[in-house]
């Protein structure tokens, strides 16, 4: 159960980074998953776009839609409770104009449900960022990798520690970059910043010069909170990345379970007399005596 059970704000995650405490985020998809991690205590819970590779087979984010959002968002709403809900503005959502990003903001907003949005970038959507804010819709930004305009830059190889993406703010240029993104940002409103696949040293300067929480995926120990895809924590994707961790093996459990449920469905072993309901002796007397009657009379 969740330790608390006081609404999650804004202004409760800017009190948490002032104090000290690390802020708790996941993706969610769908209803009974935001349940439980409600439920759980989770501070922000984020309908992301990576529900397009991790839930419907997309080859990447650049083909998410905004139906898509609203469609998962809307299940992950009736389910929320006490988290923060964000939701991303998926690809060609916001980068058009500013217009077209203030609208699609108040739609994930007014037909979704979410208390906040997420759009990736830096210079280059700023204008868009500042005007949602001006909307009056908390907005955070997104730094590092980001996915819709940088896929072609995932670029991965494997070691003794497992697979490695390529990281951000390796040299002291880039890592400085990054830190004067990062205060444009808070500059124009953003009430927080996510980090993706950062390194640890420019990740914790960007941090510690940042008056608004920053959440880190592999961008290190020193961000105010972390965040995950479900997907990879629970261990249901197969892919070992060294930014992530799986805190169960459900990829295995749930093949196992799959495997296990048709061959018991082949050999006759389910289902069983107890996984069903039975007549009572009498009603089934009287009922092969109304079909040995119905047949004679055939």
Not at 10 to 16: D, E
Not at 208 to 231: F, M, N, S
Request: proline share 4%; glycine share 10%.
């Amino acid at each position: 159960m969740a330790t608390t059970t006081n609404k999650i704000t804004v202004s409760s995650l800017q009190s948490k980074k002032e104090r000290g405490q690390k802020i708790c985020m996941l993706t969610a998809y769908d209803y009974p998953t935001a349940v439980l991690q409600d439920e759980a205590g989770l501070d922000v819970i984020l309908v992301g776009d990576s529900v397009g590779t991790n839930v419907l087979g997309y080859r990447g984010p650049q083909q998410v839609t905004m139906d898509d959002i609203l469609h998962h968002l809307r299940a992950v709403r009736r389910a929320v409770r006490r988290a923060f809900l964000l939701a991303d503005l998926p690809f060609m959502s916001f980068q058009p104009s500013v217009e077209t990003a203030v609208k699609n903001a108040g739609r994930l907003v007014q037909e979704g449900g979410a208390e906040g949005v997420k759009l990736e970038g830096g210079l280059p959507v700023l204008p868009q960022l500042k005007a949602i804010v001006d909307a009056g819709i908390p907005v955070v930004g997104h730094l590092g990798f980001t996915p819709q305009s940088q896929a072609r830059e995932f670029y991965l190889f494997s070691d003794r520690r497992g697979t490695v993406p390529k990281f951000h703010g390796k040299g002291p240029k880039g890592a400085k970059a990054l830190v004067e993104q990062a205060l444009r940002l808070e500059d124009a409103g953003a009430f927080a910043l996510v980090l993706e696949l950062v390194t640890e040293e420019a990740a914790r300067a960007v941090t510690e010069r940042l008056k608004i929480p920053v959440i880190g995926i592999g961008a290190g120990r020193y961000c105010d909170g972390q965040v995950l895809i479900i997907h990879d924590l629970v261990g249901l994707n197969e892919e070992d990345l060294i930014l992530t961790k799986a805190y169960g093996q459900t990829h295995q459990d749930w093949l196992e379970m799959f495997k296990t449920y048709c061959r018991e469905i082949t050999e006759g072993r389910f289902p069983t007399a107890e996984n069903t309901a039975h007549m009572a002796p009498e009603k089934r007397a009287q009922l092969d005596q109304l079909l040995n009657d119905n047949g004679k009379n055939r």
